[in-house]
């Protein structure tokens, strides 16, 4: 990757007060990289300009990264083409993580980029969220993290009964998340947590495009019926 890339990608992180080293810019670079040339064959993204892959994947995926406590254990629950969790392992390395996909494309992707950018303490693990007790146990993770993947109430779902007592859940979500948090009052009872707080972000300079991430926080231990499977939670969200 060139040198006009390199700065770039520096001045797009500074915007938001982000410092990034320069083995952490080689490392998303050559994530940019293998993204694209794998995108062809996998199918793993529609955005695949480099601006607006170091915006809308990149920096939508650490703007927070401060805010986890450290050396937590983190699941980033249908990670895709490994977003937030990549991006993220890049920004902190103290961090563990677990990333859950149910396309075994996507994962082998996920391998191919950890070997490359010579990451540790991260896993993959190929499953749908609600066969994820097939490899890891309930209240398990410090964070649950999920991007773009479903509405909250079924989100919740997916990623609360992984999440410890007093665990936090991570949703990223886009700006019109009202309804959502609406929809998701039974769930929240239901799975034994609540909302704490909700960020806003903008992270483009025309203001274009924005994240909101909404925290929850488990606070009592959640029944083991839960996740249910697929069909169940498609004829009968919570």
């Known amino acids: 990757m060139n040198n006009t890339n390199n700065e770039l990608m520096k001045q797009l992180f500074n915007l938001h007060n982000i410092d990034i080293t320069n083995e952490q810019i ?23 300009n480099y601006i607006d892959v170091v915006i809308k994947h990149f920096i939508d995926s650490i703007i927070n990264y401060k805010e986890y406590t450290e050396n937590a254990y983190i699941c980033d629950i249908g990670t895709g083409a490994g977003f937030p969790g990549i991006p993220l392992k890049i920004m902190r390395p103290d961090l563990k993580l677990v990333l859950v996909d149910s396309l075994n494309k ?5 391998n191919i980029v950890i070997e490359n950018l010579k990451l540790t303490d991260i896993e993959t693990i190929h499953s749908r969220a609600q066969e994820l ?17 479903a509405p909250l109430n079924i989100l919740l779902e997916l990623c609360i009964p992984y999440t410890k007592i007093n665990g936090e859940m991570l949703a990223f979500k886009s700006l019109n998340t009202e309804n959502e948090i609406q929809n998701a009052k039974n769930a929240l009872r239901v799975l034994n947590c609540k909302i704490s707080n909700i960020e806003n972000y903008i992270l483009s300079s025309d203001e274009k495009y924005k994240r909101k991430i909404v925290h929850i926080i488990k606070t009592a231990s959640t029944d083991k019926q839960y996740p249910r499977l697929k069909n169940k939670i498609k004829q009968n969200p919570l």
């Open 106 to 110: 996507r994962v082998n992707f996920l």
């Open 133 to 149: 007790t097939n490899f890891v146990s309930h209240e398990t993770f410090d964070y649950t993290i999920s991007r773009a993947v």
């Open 26 to 48: 080689e490392k998303f670079n050559k994530f940019y990289e293998l993204l694209i040339e794998y995108n062809k064959s996998f199918n793993l993204t529609a955005i695949t």
